[in-house]
Antibody, heavy 120, light 107 residues
């Protein structure tokens, strides 16, 4: 059974940092890209970042470029999202999602989400 | 970036009705279009990939079609568990983008 378990969310002040983790199980970790998708309260879905199956390629949305970094640790079956210089508009539920291919594609499995709240 | 425009933003329907949601891409995306269903407080669920391929376990009352810039999600014989928000999602090129969502409500 495929499982994605996010952690690391919480309340942080503007300008602060958080690191989200997504522990994956139930599939061959290196064979699939993993992404972070966020959803602000009452709003739609927004793609944030993607790391390829090999970890060699990463993509970030313009809204987070230069502030967020996605990475993966094959030895731990874990994907991270390092979030620096957080802003109020980064407040959202952050979902970890598994793509259907190593290079990307749509998301066939999602975690339950972790809430990031940025407020003073 | 490719903009994805869904319509309508919301629709009221009754059990047994047929609902059609459209999604238009600002440029051609071939068939790299997925549809998700999301219920309140839950993660999205993949319904359809590559425009028309039904995901395993998804009821056959859901169907998708289209290519290029215009796509459609159809729900035949709406069931109580289908009341939710639906999103289209282009995966032709990064940055991947979602439509704004269509809320299917009970009439």
């Amino acid at each position: 059974e495929v499982q994605l378990l996010e952690s690391g969310g919480g309340l942080v002040q503007p300008g602060g940092s958080l690191r989200l983790s997504c522990v994956a199980s139930g599939f061959t970790f290196d064979d699939y890209a993993i992404s972070w998708v966020r959803q602000a309260p009452g709003k739609g879905l927004e793609w944030v970042s993607t790391v390829s199956g090999s970890g060699g390629t990463t993509y970030h949305a313009d809204s987070v470029k230069g502030r967020f970094t996605i990475s993966r640790d094959t030895s731990k079956n874990t994907v991270y999202l390092q979030m620096n210089r957080l802003r109020v508009d980064d407040t959202a539920v952050y979902y970890c999602s598994k793509s259907i291919r190593s290079a990307g594609g749509c998301y066939d499995f999602w975690g339950q989400g972790t809430l990031v709240a940025v407020s003073s | 970036d490719i903009q994805m425009t869904q319509s309508p933003s919301s629709v009221s329907a009754s059990v047994g009705d047929t609902v059609t949601i459209t999604c238009r891409a600002s440029q051609g995306i071939s068939v790299w279009l997925a549809w998700y269903q999301q219920k309140p407080g839950k993660a999205p669920k993949l319904l359809i990939q590559t425009s028309s391929r039904l995901q395993s376990g998804v009821p056959t009352r859901f169907s998708g079609s289209g290519a290029g810039t215009d796509f459609t999600l159809t729900i035949d014989s709406l069931q109580p568990e289908d009341f939710a928000t639906y999103y289209c999602h282009q995966t032709n090129i990064f940055p991947y983008t979602f439509g704004q969502g269509t809320r299917v409500e009970i009439k």
